[in-house]
């Protein structure tokens, strides 16, 4: 037999708050759905999450093809597009690029959809 819960009495307004907490600004917006495109593709998702798992830190562009099966010119593009999400750095060392993640990047992206 189910059991019955009583109801609350209470202003849903003070408990339930908009997600993003009031209306965004245009550029505002922009911003926060750039960032969520360049996570939007699961390849970008798991080079990030190869990053952040690397030895230091940070990994070689030679390093993350394989993982994800993909060419080196293709995860190149992949990081370029972290990379102007800021969400990765990249350094350049000699014919080598070196990716760091951003996870001040990260953050800023969880909190765009915290209450």
Do not use: N
Not at 25 to 53: C, N, Q, W, Y
Not at 71 to 87: C, E, N, R, W
Request: hydrophobic share 45%.
């Amino acid at each position: 037999m189910p059991i019955e819960l009583p109801l609350l009495e209470a202003d849903a307004a003070a408990c339930c708050t908009p997600v993003t907490g009031g209306v965004l600004a245009l550029d505002e917006a922009e911003r926060i759905a750039h960032t969520f495109k360049a996570l939007g593709d699961p390849t970008r998702v798991r080079l990030l999450s190869l990053i952040a798992a690397s030895d230091g830190g940070e990994a070689c562009i030679c390093d993350l093809t394989e993982p994800v099966g993909l060419s080196q010119p293709t995860v190149s593009h992949h990081m370029k597009i972290l990379v102007d999400a800021g969400l990765a750095t990249r350094e350049q060392r000699g014919r080598w690029a070196y990716f760091r993640v951003i996870t001040d990047g990260l953050e800023r992206a969880s909190q765009a959809i915290r209450p």
